[in-house]
């Protein structure tokens, strides 16, 4: 299987625990990204990597949540003392940046994993 | 700032009727406009995607949506939906920016049910 993998599928934690989430991109894709969703809500921008190097993070992202991507392959999402609020999907998703377009800009399709629902309790 | 607004949180249509989901952005440079299908407990699937060139663009399984540039507007449609249309669906936009980071910015979603 060539997609975007996530592990766990699901976590259910008691509040004050660390967790930790796992994704894998599809192999030669540089960009990596986490969102975030909440019950019926649209998925929200958290961070991304390109390659290694962590180059955007939302304000969303508080001080409790770090990520890595230390290979520029996989990426963990890891939450620190956790909080009922950080219940959510955690969406990964991946894409190859292949450079500029004509006007500057460029566009990379992103690919999505399926998702790890966090449960904190 | 981008946002996202998708007009009606729940659509309900019988078998066999047109769907029309609709989608409005604010953004101060042309954006690029993307729409997601997501089936319970799965990520997130590419429907369509409008990036430039042709205003209407044509998806999977049926699905097209045209790029209204004086209205702001992204709806989503098809002709004839089915059962397995069920699902909820997020417009989105990446702004077109030189250097963009490539997020995307989703609306709220709107479920589709499909009635027999």
């Known amino acids: 299987d060539t997609g975007v993998s996530q592990d766990p599928r699901h976590k259910i934690t008691k509040r004050g625990q660390n967790v930790t989430f796992r994704c894998d991109p599809i192999?030669?894709?540089?960009?990596l990204y986490w969102y975030r969703q909440t019950l019926g809500q649209g998925p929200e921008f958290l961070t991304y990597f390109q390659n290694e190097a962590q180059l955007e993070k939302s304000r969303l992202l508080s001080d409790r949540f770090s990520a890595e991507r230390p290979k520029g392959s996989f990426s963990t999402l890891e939450i620190q003392r956790t909080e009922q609020g950080d219940s959510a999907m955690y969406l990964c998703?991946?894409?190859?940046?292949?450079?500029?377009?004509?006007?500057?800009?460029?566009?990379?399709?992103?690919?999505f994993g399926p998702g790890t629902r966090l449960t904190v309790l | 700032a981008q946002s996202v607004t998708q007009l009606g949180s729940h659509v309900s249509v019988s078998e066999g009727a047109l769907v029309l989901l609709r989608c409005n952005y604010s953004s101060s440079v042309p954006p690029y406009l993307f729409w997601y299908v997501q089936y319970p407990n799965q990520g997130l699937q590419l429907l369509l995607k409008?990036?430039?060139?042709?205003?209407l663009v044509k998806g999977i399984n049926g699905f097209e949506a045209e790029f209204k540039k004086s209205e702001t507007s992204f709806h989503l449609t098809k002709p004839s939906a089915h059962m397995s249309d069920a699902a909820e669906y997020f417009c989105?936009?990446?702004?077109?920016?030189?250097?963009?980071?490539?997020?995307?910015?989703f609306g709220q979603g709107t479920t589709l049910q499909v009635k027999p």
């Open positions: 989105a936009v990446s702004p077109e920016l030189s250097g963009n980071t490539g997020k995307l910015i």
């Open positions: 998703a991946s894409s190859l940046q292949r450079g500029q377009g004509t006007s500057g800009s460029s566009y990379n399709e992103q690919f």
């Open positions: 409008y990036t430039t060139g042709a205003t």
């Open positions: 192999s030669e894709h540089n960009r």
